[in-house]
């Protein structure tokens, strides 16, 4: 079964950092890569899917990775507004989406 | 792109009564949806993948009794919540699958839906 971990679990900067969420996994035969935003009580927003075959997706001021020999990916924020400030949740899809926990972010103004 | 809509988005009911939560892809067909169930601060539990025309699979301890899933159609999956109790108050999510795009692993998520058992 896919482990899923993501690390810090909260993360508080200050209005205009770049922020760098991990996420880290066990099993690499994976389809694809998805990181999510979920605001308080509301569902998730698909930020950023990166298949198997690829190793980074950018989309704004958004990019993530995927090294999938080292079991890791990670979200990159660039310049972060309080806007920014969600839980951010990776999940690996090997047919079934596995979860990580989740980082929450708080980006200060 | 695709949608997912997922009706009603809170409800509140009394112990003892049972709740219809609806998925729907609203302009793709969706051979399967996952629904899953949120706890408060933490991740999404896969609860139940949902086949059209086939029984759903049940995750590992989740009672199939207990929250019956329906996908008779390619557009529309149920999760009914029989007899809640408290402790079934959660956030659940669907998600589904486009059938028709090419190595379709791509999973659409539903706004969630919020149930509170009083």
């Known amino acids: 079964k896919q482990e899923v971990t993501q690390i810090p679990a909260a993360l508080s900067v200050p209005e205009g950092e770049n922020l760098v969420l991990n996420c880290s996994f066990t099993d690499s035969a994976i389809y694809n890569l998805q990181w999510f935003r979920q605001d308080p009580g509301k569902g998730l927003t698909s930020l950023l899917l990166i298949q198997s075959s690829q190793r980074e997706q950018t989309s704004g001021r958004l990019n993530a990775s995927l090294d999938k020999s080292s079991g890791r990916s990670t979200l990159y924020i660039a310049a972060s507004q309080p806007g920014d400030s969600a839980t951010y949740l990776c999940?690996?899809?090997?047919?079934?989406?596995?979860f990580g926990a989740g980082t929450t972010v708080t980006v200060r103004a | 792109g695709a949608v997912v809509s997922q009706h009603p988005s809170w409800v509140i009911c009394k112990s003892g009564t049972s709740v219809k939560i609806e998925c729907r892809s609203l302009?793709?067909?969706?051979?399967?949806m996952f629904w899953y169930r949120q706890f408060p601060k933490k991740s999404l539990m896969l609860m139940a993948t949902s086949n059209e025309g086939s029984k759903a699979t049940y995750e590992q301890g989740v009672e199939k009794d207990k929250f019956l899933i329906n996908h008779a159609s390619l557009t529309l999956s149920t999760l009914t919540v029989t007899s809640a109790h408290p402790e079934d108050s959660s956030f659940y999510i669907c998600?589904?699958?486009?059938?028709?795009?090419?190595?379709?692993?791509?999973?659409?998520f539903g706004a969630g839906s919020r149930l509170t058992v009083l």
């Open positions: 999940a690996f899809n090997d047919y079934k989406l596995s």
């Open positions: 998600s589904a699958a486009d059938r028709g795009v090419a190595g379709a692993n791509v999973l659409t």
């Open positions: 302009d793709f067909q969706a051979t399967t």
